[in-house]
């Protein structure tokens, strides 16, 4: 046994009874470790204390004179039980805690003062505060404050934080892509190296003419190098454009960009393309690019550039229509097509008509001036007073009895005599026809029912509109509403009367005594002052024709094959209304907006507004307006309902009628371009129909935008007249 004392160091065993004391000191840590004898042997160092190489030795204590052994003894003993005691305090007083740091560190250490004792998992240490220091590799080390408290076991958790990782990113097939991780800028490809966050991200790769890409981004970390490739795709397309003829200029924004032949690159998207020939209309292109793609749009094809036509007559004021489309009056400036033939044709009621033909050069300038012939007719008039005077179209003319040669237009005559209620009558004569005329003037004071004269004709109630702007059909969205109804507009440059109801029976049985509307059932449709139906179009016509002659006006149909045809070039006498005239009078004459319904408000009506398919007539057809009874199961007398705001009567409900255009669905672009008098296509297999009737019971039927059409009759189809008045 050693006699001497010495100082613990770190790895010394000391033995107190049968347990085994070992001592681990690191900085201010002491850890003992406590073993049962037996577990190991303790041997002697193989140097004495204080005499290894390297080590100095123990300084000196100066003591009083005693035997050495017992001195160290009595030493050895008093530093175990202060040992012991210190540990007792110690063990009593220190708090419990444990450490979690994830994932697991490779070192860890807690320092402080008191020193800390580490049992297995477990940390002592006195109330205070501590260092926690962890280290492991590819993580950032760790070195945190704990605060040890009174108070019972304690468990702290720490995770530790990944080292960025390195990233090499490089794009194909070009570089200096700008590479955006996060939305945060890092730089230009090639990159190499970049240090990013360990976890998933977004990478966003961008490059003029490309298409951006996106693409998720899953960082490893912990320093370990990763390498992505980017492939970019092409954000152009080709585009091929050629033309008849060759050697157009293609422009987009004002910008030049080559003639035809030409193959260029776009951008994807929405592309408008302006393509121009000398002595040829411009040309217009609207092409949808898709990147990486190749486009040839069909071969573009030239149309002669229109020529500029001066047009004059003498006397002004002359309606001119080019071929059957009405123009407005002279003198006008006209853009015709060229290196085809142009029938011109100029009218003005009491002259003769002057029709040209001439083919136009492209691109020319030309003034064309006619003088207008006036056309007579003769007018036998006698009045009672025979010394009456007369005035015409305001003007005094002289006595009132005699002939008068009129020009074939609409004159107003004035008989005026002393003592007598002036007389006005409007007459138009007609070429080449005498027609006997008889006035008798009214003595003031004298009741009207005295005077007897020559039956006057009078003309069907009508009402007159335009010029206007119709925006026909409905927006895409409106319930019910068919492929046919593309919306478009037609300027009415023209004014017209419109008949303000529809042809009843008793009207045109005067033109067709045999006519009978037959019945549905044990109802009739053959009431005099119901709606004339089962007639076809032809028969409409027909009877429009009858109606001006009755009136002395041209008719505006003639015969041709089994149909009629337009009378050129148009006149005033009376005819079907254009598609376009019916949707003015019907859903926009005398309203601030379109209207979508023949009543206001939403489908169902509210309101007794016309005769449709209702209750009265469940047991006659398979659908009705539910909870709806007008009162009429089949057609009702016209003017039965209260008038739309223009003034109409049965525009919505009644009966469905004819419009002078042939039917076509309106479904190309070409179509849709805005016209001017239109009177629809110059040919076709049915007419339009407009307007519901006393069958139509359903949201689409029922709505002012609906366009049916037929070729042969039936008996919810009737029609109203129109004319011109100019």
Not at 226 to 255: C, E, F, H, M, Y
Not at 265 to 275: W, Y
Not at 363 to 378: A, D, H, K, M, N
Not at 401 to 423: C, Q, S, Y
Request: glycine letters at 10%; proline letters at 7%; charged letters at 25%.
């Amino acid at each position: 046994m050693q006699n001497s004392s010495v100082w613990i160091k770190s790895g010394d065993t000391t033995r107190i009874g049968d347990s085994l004391l070992d001592w681990i000191i690191a900085g201010d840590r002491v850890k003992i470790r406590v073993r049962r004898v037996g577990e190991n042997v303790l041997t002697p160092p193989p140097v004495a204390p204080g005499t290894g190489a390297g080590e100095k030795a123990l300084p000196r204590v100066q003591t009083r004179p005693q035997r050495p052994g017992r001195t160290r003894r009595r030493l050895a003993v008093g530093l175990f039980f202060l040992l012991l005691i210190l540990a007792s305090v110690f063990l009593l007083t220190a708090q419990r805690f444990e450490v979690d740091v994830q994932p697991e560190p490779d070192t860890m250490a807690v320092s402080g003062f008191p020193p800390v004792v580490q049992i297995g998992d477990t940390f002592l240490a006195l109330a205070g505060t501590y260092t926690l220091q962890t280290e492991k590799e590819g993580y950032n080390p760790l070195s945190e404050q704990i605060v040890v408290e009174n108070g019972g076991d304690k468990k702290i958790t720490f995770n530790l934080e990944k080292l960025p990782g390195r990233v090499n990113i490089v794009s194909r097939p070009v570089d200096a892509a700008a590479v955006f991780v996060d939305d945060a800028l890092l730089g230009e490809t090639p990159l190499s190296g970049v240090e990013i966050a360990a976890g998933r991200h977004l990478l966003r790769v961008e490059k003029e003419r490309y298409l951006p890409l996106k693409q998720p981004l899953e960082v490893t970390g912990a320093g370990v190098l990763q390498s992505v490739v980017v492939n970019l795709q092409p954000g152009w397309g080709t585009v091929i454009i050629r033309s008849d003829p060759v050697g157009a200029i293609v422009s987009r924004d004002d910008k030049v960009l080559g003639e035809t032949p030409l193959t260029i690159e776009f951008m994807a998207g929405k592309v408008f393309l302006r393509l121009n020939k000398e002595k040829f209309s411009p040309a217009e292109l609207e092409l949808t690019v898709v990147a990486g793609q190749e486009l040839e749009p069909d071969l573009v094809k030239f149309v002669p550039a229109p020529a500029t036509v001066i047009l004059r007559s003498n006397p002004a004021g002359a309606m001119v229509s080019v071929g059957l489309t009405f123009a407005g009056t002279t003198p006008i400036t006209l853009e015709l097509p060229s290196g085809v033939e142009q029938n011109i044709h100029l009218q003005l009621a009491g002259y003769e008509a002057v029709t040209l033909k001439q083919n136009f050069q492209p691109g020319s300038e030309q003034e064309i001036s006619r003088t207008l012939l006036p056309v007579y007719g003769t007018i036998l008039l006698s009045t009672d007073p025979v010394d009456a005077t007369l005035l015409i179209d305001g003007k005094p003319h002289g006595p009132a009895t005699g002939h008068l040669r009129l020009t074939t237009r609409e004159h107003r005559l004035t008989v005026r005599a002393k003592g007598f209620e002036d007389a006005i009558k409007t007459v138009v004569p007609k070429k080449g026809v005498s027609r006997q005329v008889e006035i008798r003037l009214r003595k003031k004071g004298q009741p009207a029912a005295a005077v007897s004269s020559q039956p006057v004709k009078k003309d069907k109630k009508m009402i007159r509109l335009g010029p206007a702007s119709v925006r026909m059909g409905a927006a895409r969205r409106e319930p019910g509403r068919r492929a046919n109804e593309q919306e478009r507009t037609v300027q009415l440059s023209r004014p017209f009367q419109l008949a303000i109801a529809p042809v009843t029976n008793g009207e045109f049985r005067r033109f067709k005594p045999s006519h009978r509307s037959g019945s549905v059932g044990s109802r009739t449709l053959d009431g005099e002052k119901q709606p004339v139906v089962n007639v076809s179009w032809e028969d409409a016509a027909r009877y429009c024709n009858w109606l001006s002659r009755e009136q002395g006006l041209p008719e505006f149909y003639k015969k041709q094959g089994e149909t009629m045809v337009v009378v050129s070039p148009v006149n005033m006498g009376y005819r079907l209304p254009t598609e376009a005239e019916w949707a003015l009078a019907a859903r926009i004459a005398g309203r601030q907006e379109r209207a979508r319904y023949p009543w206001p408000g939403k489908f169902p009506p509210r309101v007794l507004a016309g005769n449709f398919g209702d209750e009265s007539a469940r047991t006659l057809l398979p659908v009705v307006i539910r909870g709806y009874n007008d009162g009429f199961a089949l057609t009702s007398p016209v003017v039965s309902f209260p008038k739309n705001p223009g003034g109409f009567f049965d525009l919505g409900g009644n009966v469905s009628q004819w419009c002078h255009d042939w039917y076509t669905p309106y479904a190309g672009i070409g179509e849709q371009k805005a016209g001017v008098d239109t009177m629809g296509p110059g040919s076709g297999t049915h007419h339009v129909v407009r307007g519901s009737s006393w069958r139509d019971a359903t949201i689409t039927s029922l709505r002012l935008s609906y366009r049916g059409y037929s070729k042969v009759a039936k008996n919810d189809i009737g029609f109203r007249v129109a004319r011109y008045v100019q």
